[in-house]
């Protein structure tokens, strides 16, 4: 090998190399993208997991719906006045613990009649993802349609002594028509 070429060999791995060189500032945002996309990546496995629970425990179920609000998604529920698609939204702290918006909807279309339910709350076992029946909580409430019939329906319900990072499950059973309880 000569020395002209061996010049030529040394010029040209030091333009390769340089050329590499030149890629370093893109590696920081290259490395925010990363980051950002396995956040991302997790919390869509932790939606997935909730959801997953959320399924398994209204299979497991012989009455009511249980809604988990991680899993950020509707339930179905058949009722004697119809299949009802039931969701927590808007899941917040308050003054006594936590507050969120129950979300009701007919399937059918059909306005919703008067109702009341028994709600219970608590936590889930981290373990087996099935609700703690020591610390869990219940009220029932009455859901009362708006002046104008409708197949929609939202309600304020407020779980006492639980934040919203505690707040595993809600489950509602025993909804039965006002009219039908005298």
Known sequence: MTSYSRAIFAVTAL??????????????ALTSEVSQLNQKLDRLTDLAGALERQTLLNRQSTSGVYLLPQAKTAALLNTEFGQLSLELDSVSPDSTGTSAILKIKATSGKPLPSFSAVVEWGQLDQVTGKPLTVDMQSQIITVTPRLLPSSEQTTEVRFSHVTPETLGFVHLHQLTPISAQK
């Not at 590499?20 to 893109?26: G, M, N």
């Open 15 to 28: 333009l390769g190399l340089a050329g590499c060189a030149q890629q370093k500032p893109a590696t920081p």
